[in-house]
T-cell receptor, first 111, second 116 residues
Framework: GEDVEQSLFLSVREGDSSVINCTYTDSSSTYLYWYKQEPGAGLQLLTYIFSNMDMKQDQRLTVLLNKKDKHLSLRIADTQTGDSAIYFCAERKAAGNKLTFGGGTRVLVKP | GAGVSQTPSNKVTEKGKYVELRCDPISGHTALYWYRQSLGQGPEFLIYFQGTGAADDSGLPNDRFFAVRPEGSVSTLKIQRTERGDSAVYLC??????????????FGPGTRLTVL
């Protein structure tokens, strides 16, 4: 949606780190999420961060949140070919339960 | 355990026809959501149920779209007088509750609707 924006495409070499960026507009967002979508599969939640945090690490995944700039990023360390997919960031506003998704970033991992 | 299931997986219909899309949420999940994903875009919210009632239907594009969840489990999304612009993947998700936690939404594989 218009409230959440992402770059369209990222190409990365296997073993390198990937960084996917996202900007959002609503300062009242409570939780921000990263979902992964692979061909023929449903959306899978990778990780999330609460709005009062600025960093969260979960194995190869690191989420950084700059609330002042309304900027969210997902870093994938040691990117593998299985990480090739479309990644969506999403925000959940304080006033409800619906998610507002960005347009997705297609990540292509080259061997 | 079983995840969210959606039927049919694919639906091809003609302009002007009526379609129903079904969602079976994860057993015990009280919250159910419908989203629509057009080609090359992210999912867009349509409607959210808490139990049997629609708690938020602000995403339904017009009155041709309607959804029900009569017993608080299975939900049906109904589209009348389909238009070519309705062609998309319709995603259903469920979550255990709609409380103050991070409230993970578990997504089904979607129904791909094509209106000719």
């Amino acid at each position: 949606g218009e409230d959440v924006e992402q770059s369209l495409f990222l190409s990365v070499r296997e073993g390198d780190s990937s960084v996917i960026n996202c900007t959002y507009t609503d300062s009242s967002s409570t939780y921000l999420y990263w979902y992964k979508q692979e061909p023929g599969a449903g959306l899978q939640l990778l990780t999330y961060i609460f709005s009062n945090m600025d960093m969260k690490q979960d194995q190869r995944l690191t989420v950084l949140l700059n609330k002042k700039d309304k900027h969210l990023s997902l870093r994938i360390a040691d990117t593998q070919t299985g990480d090739s997919a479309i990644y969506f960031c999403a925000e959940r506003k304080a006033a409800g339960n619906k998610l507002t998704f960005g347009g997705g970033t297609r990540v292509l991992v080259k061997p | 355990g079983a995840g969210v299931s959606q039927t049919p997986s694919n639906k091809v219909t003609e302009k002007g026809k009526y379609v129903e899309l079904r969602c079976d949420p994860i057993s015990g999940h009280t919250a159910l959501y419908w989203y629509r994903q057009s080609l090359g875009q992210g999912p867009e919210f349509l409607i959210y149920f808490q139990g049997t009632g629609a708690a938020d239907d602000s995403g339904l594009p017009n009155d041709r779209f309607f959804a029900v969840r009569p017993e608080g489990s299975v939900s049906t999304l109904k589209i009348q007088r389909t238009e070519r612009g309705d062609s998309a993947v319709y995603l259903c998700a469920s979550s255990p509750t709609s409380g103050l936690t991070y409230n993970e939404q578990f997504f089904g594989p979607g129904t791909r609707l094509t209106v000719l």
